[in-house]
Protein backbone atom coordinates (compact mmCIF):
# COMPACT_ATOMS: atom_id res chain seq x y z
CA UNK A 1 0.00 0.00 0.00
CA UNK A 2 0.84 3.62 -0.40
CA UNK A 3 3.33 5.06 2.59
CA UNK A 4 5.63 8.35 3.22
CA UNK A 5 8.48 7.66 5.27
CA UNK A 6 10.30 10.60 6.72
CA UNK A 7 13.54 11.08 9.01
CA UNK A 8 13.23 10.94 12.26
CA UNK A 9 13.84 13.43 14.56
CA UNK A 10 14.24 15.38 16.86
CA UNK A 11 16.44 17.85 14.49
CA UNK A 12 17.94 20.83 16.46
CA UNK A 13 19.50 24.07 14.78
CA UNK A 14 20.42 27.12 15.05
CA UNK A 15 18.82 30.52 14.10
CA UNK A 16 19.87 31.16 10.36
CA UNK A 17 20.75 27.65 9.83
CA UNK A 18 20.04 25.66 6.85
CA UNK A 19 17.16 22.72 7.05
CA UNK A 20 16.35 19.66 4.99
CA UNK A 21 13.91 17.32 6.26
CA UNK A 22 13.89 14.44 4.18
CA UNK A 23 10.80 12.66 2.79
CA UNK A 24 10.18 9.76 0.55
CA UNK A 25 7.03 7.83 -0.54
CA UNK A 26 5.79 4.61 -2.25
CA UNK A 27 2.48 4.82 -4.20
CA UNK A 28 0.81 2.94 -6.76
CA UNK A 29 -0.61 5.84 -8.90
CA UNK A 30 0.68 9.45 -9.16
CA UNK A 31 -0.07 11.24 -5.61
CA UNK A 32 -0.28 14.94 -4.74
CA UNK A 33 2.48 15.74 -1.97
CA UNK A 34 1.85 17.89 1.13
CA UNK A 35 3.87 19.44 3.58
CA UNK A 36 1.83 20.16 7.25
CA UNK A 37 2.58 21.85 10.51
CA UNK A 38 1.40 21.56 13.74
CA UNK A 39 2.68 24.60 15.84
CA UNK A 40 2.89 23.50 20.03
CA UNK A 41 -0.38 23.86 21.44
CA UNK A 42 -2.37 24.44 17.53
CA UNK A 43 -3.74 21.94 15.06
CA UNK A 44 -2.03 20.76 11.47
CA UNK A 45 -1.92 23.20 8.87
CA UNK A 46 -1.06 22.92 5.59
CA UNK A 47 2.44 24.39 4.90
CA UNK A 48 2.87 23.75 1.03
CA UNK A 49 1.82 20.78 -1.26
CA UNK A 50 2.87 19.78 -5.04
CA UNK A 51 0.30 17.80 -7.11
CA UNK A 52 2.38 16.77 -10.35
CA UNK A 53 6.16 15.64 -10.74
CA UNK A 54 8.62 18.80 -11.06
CA UNK A 55 6.23 20.70 -9.42
CA UNK A 56 7.89 23.08 -6.63
CA UNK A 57 5.64 23.96 -3.63
CA UNK A 58 6.40 26.99 -1.48
CA UNK A 59 5.40 28.80 1.58
CA UNK A 60 6.91 31.05 4.19
CA UNK A 61 10.24 30.65 3.24
CA UNK A 62 10.05 26.45 2.74
CA UNK A 63 10.37 24.48 -0.22
CA UNK A 64 10.07 21.13 -1.82
CA UNK A 65 10.25 19.85 -5.04
CA UNK A 66 7.95 16.68 -6.62
CA UNK A 67 10.34 14.13 -7.39
CA UNK A 68 9.45 11.34 -9.11
CA UNK A 69 12.47 9.58 -9.99
CA UNK A 70 13.65 9.63 -6.67
CA UNK A 71 9.88 9.24 -4.98
CA UNK A 72 10.94 12.18 -2.58
CA UNK A 73 9.53 15.63 -1.64
CA UNK A 74 12.15 17.12 1.02
CA UNK A 75 11.70 20.20 2.59
CA UNK A 76 14.28 22.99 2.68
CA UNK A 77 14.25 26.21 4.60
CA UNK A 78 17.81 28.41 3.58
CA UNK A 79 17.43 29.98 7.38
CA UNK A 80 15.35 29.29 9.95
CA UNK A 81 14.12 30.88 12.30
CA UNK A 82 12.83 30.23 16.26
CA UNK A 83 9.68 30.45 15.00
CA UNK A 84 9.85 27.74 12.63
CA UNK A 85 10.33 25.55 15.69
CA UNK A 86 7.19 22.81 15.55
CA UNK A 87 6.43 19.41 13.54
CA UNK A 88 6.30 18.62 10.39
CA UNK A 89 4.57 16.01 8.49
CA UNK A 90 4.63 15.02 5.07
CA UNK A 91 1.75 13.32 3.06
CA UNK A 92 0.61 12.18 0.37
CA UNK A 93 -2.63 11.56 -1.67
CA UNK A 94 -3.27 8.88 -3.80
CA UNK A 95 -6.19 8.14 -5.97
CA UNK A 96 -5.86 4.71 -7.06
CA UNK A 97 -7.55 3.17 -4.97
CA UNK A 98 -10.84 4.86 -6.04
CA UNK A 99 -10.76 7.05 -2.45
CA UNK A 100 -8.48 9.44 -1.72
CA UNK A 101 -7.08 8.85 1.85
CA UNK A 102 -4.07 11.13 2.80
CA UNK A 103 -1.57 8.87 4.67
CA UNK A 104 0.90 10.84 6.95
CA UNK A 105 4.27 9.72 7.93
CA UNK A 106 5.33 9.77 11.71
CA UNK A 107 6.54 13.81 11.73
CA UNK A 108 9.73 15.40 12.38
CA UNK A 109 10.27 17.37 15.56
CA UNK A 110 11.78 20.67 14.75
CA UNK A 111 13.67 23.07 17.80
CA UNK A 112 15.64 26.35 16.28
CA UNK A 113 17.35 27.82 19.18
CA UNK A 114 18.21 31.31 19.46
CA UNK B 1 -17.89 28.86 12.30
CA UNK B 2 -14.73 29.36 10.71
CA UNK B 3 -12.77 25.94 11.06
CA UNK B 4 -13.20 22.45 11.80
CA UNK B 5 -14.86 22.00 15.23
CA UNK B 6 -14.02 18.94 17.42
CA UNK B 7 -15.71 17.87 20.95
CA UNK B 8 -14.73 17.20 23.51
CA UNK B 9 -11.23 18.65 23.57
CA UNK B 10 -10.25 16.24 26.64
CA UNK B 11 -12.32 13.03 27.64
CA UNK B 12 -10.98 10.73 30.94
CA UNK B 13 -12.74 7.87 31.05
CA UNK B 14 -11.75 4.68 32.82
CA UNK B 15 -11.86 0.97 30.65
CA UNK B 16 -14.64 -0.39 29.45
CA UNK B 17 -16.79 2.45 28.72
CA UNK B 18 -17.82 3.80 25.63
CA UNK B 19 -17.20 7.21 24.00
CA UNK B 20 -17.94 9.58 21.90
CA UNK B 21 -16.23 12.14 19.84
CA UNK B 22 -17.74 14.70 17.59
CA UNK B 23 -16.75 16.83 14.58
CA UNK B 24 -18.18 19.54 13.19
CA UNK B 25 -16.55 19.78 9.51
CA UNK B 26 -16.53 23.42 7.72
CA UNK B 27 -19.61 24.42 6.35
CA UNK B 28 -19.98 23.40 2.40
CA UNK B 29 -17.25 20.77 2.57
CA UNK B 30 -17.73 17.01 1.15
CA UNK B 31 -15.20 14.83 2.57
CA UNK B 32 -14.24 14.70 6.13
CA UNK B 33 -12.11 12.69 7.80
CA UNK B 34 -10.71 11.02 11.42
CA UNK B 35 -6.89 9.80 12.17
CA UNK B 36 -5.29 8.59 15.40
CA UNK B 37 -2.29 11.13 16.57
CA UNK B 38 -0.69 8.28 19.33
CA UNK B 39 2.89 10.07 21.37
CA UNK B 40 5.49 9.47 18.92
CA UNK B 41 3.45 8.43 16.45
CA UNK B 42 2.42 10.01 13.05
CA UNK B 43 -0.88 10.21 11.77
CA UNK B 44 -3.04 7.11 11.88
CA UNK B 45 -5.49 6.88 9.12
CA UNK B 46 -9.09 5.83 10.28
CA UNK B 47 -12.00 6.48 8.15
CA UNK B 48 -13.26 9.05 5.21
CA UNK B 49 -16.47 9.96 4.25
CA UNK B 50 -17.04 11.59 0.70
CA UNK B 51 -20.25 12.67 0.09
CA UNK B 52 -23.49 10.26 0.35
CA UNK B 53 -20.62 7.51 -0.85
CA UNK B 54 -19.87 4.79 1.41
CA UNK B 55 -17.05 5.41 3.50
CA UNK B 56 -13.45 3.97 3.56
CA UNK B 57 -13.55 2.26 6.80
CA UNK B 58 -10.05 0.42 6.02
CA UNK B 59 -8.11 2.25 9.07
CA UNK B 60 -10.63 1.42 11.94
CA UNK B 61 -8.32 -0.78 13.87
CA UNK B 62 -11.21 -2.98 15.21
CA UNK B 63 -14.88 -3.76 15.39
CA UNK B 64 -14.71 -1.55 18.52
CA UNK B 65 -14.23 1.73 16.40
CA UNK B 66 -17.25 2.99 14.57
CA UNK B 67 -18.16 6.46 12.94
CA UNK B 68 -21.33 8.07 11.33
CA UNK B 69 -21.96 11.11 9.36
CA UNK B 70 -25.00 12.50 9.41
CA UNK B 71 -26.81 14.76 6.81
CA UNK B 72 -23.29 15.34 5.22
CA UNK B 73 -22.05 17.23 8.10
CA UNK B 74 -21.26 16.48 11.47
CA UNK B 75 -19.54 13.08 12.63
CA UNK B 76 -19.24 10.97 15.55
CA UNK B 77 -16.35 8.53 16.20
CA UNK B 78 -17.66 6.08 18.80
CA UNK B 79 -15.12 3.83 20.70
CA UNK B 80 -16.62 0.66 22.35
CA UNK B 81 -15.39 -0.47 25.85
CA UNK B 82 -12.48 1.67 25.33
CA UNK B 83 -8.71 -0.08 26.11
CA UNK B 84 -5.96 1.86 27.54
CA UNK B 85 -4.23 1.37 24.12
CA UNK B 86 -6.92 3.88 22.75
CA UNK B 87 -5.80 6.70 24.22
CA UNK B 88 -4.43 9.16 21.50
CA UNK B 89 -5.66 12.20 20.13
CA UNK B 90 -8.01 11.92 17.42
CA UNK B 91 -8.25 14.29 14.97
CA UNK B 92 -10.49 15.14 11.95
CA UNK B 93 -10.26 16.90 9.20
CA UNK B 94 -12.64 17.86 5.95
CA UNK B 95 -12.03 19.20 2.72
CA UNK B 96 -13.80 20.83 0.44
CA UNK B 97 -13.95 18.75 -2.82
CA UNK B 98 -13.32 15.19 -4.55
CA UNK B 99 -9.97 14.76 -5.88
CA UNK B 100 -6.78 14.30 -4.40
CA UNK B 101 -5.33 17.81 -4.61
CA UNK B 102 -7.24 19.58 -1.88
CA UNK B 103 -6.43 20.31 1.51
CA UNK B 104 -7.09 19.04 4.60
CA UNK B 105 -7.91 21.48 7.29
CA UNK B 106 -7.59 19.71 10.80
CA UNK B 107 -9.59 20.44 13.97
CA UNK B 108 -7.59 20.82 16.97
CA UNK B 109 -8.02 17.55 18.14
CA UNK B 110 -9.94 15.48 21.19
CA UNK B 111 -7.67 14.07 23.76
CA UNK B 112 -8.86 10.64 24.78
CA UNK B 113 -6.88 9.02 28.18
CA UNK B 114 -8.27 5.86 29.45
CA UNK B 115 -7.37 4.98 32.58
Known amino acids: GDSVTQMEGPVTLSEEACLTI???????????LFWYVQYPGEGLQLLLKATKADDKGSNKGFEATYRKETTSFHLEKGSVQVSDSAVYFCALSDSTSGTYKYIFGTGTRLKVLA | GAGVSQSPSNKVTEKGKDVELRCDPI?????LYWYRQSLGQGLEFLIYFQGNSAPDKSGLPSDRFSAERTGGSVSTLTIQRTQQEDSAVYLC?????????????FGEGSRLTVL
Open chain 2, 27 to 31: SGHTA
Open chain 2, 93 to 105: ASRQSSGNTGELF
Open chain 1, 22 to 32: NCTYTATGYPS
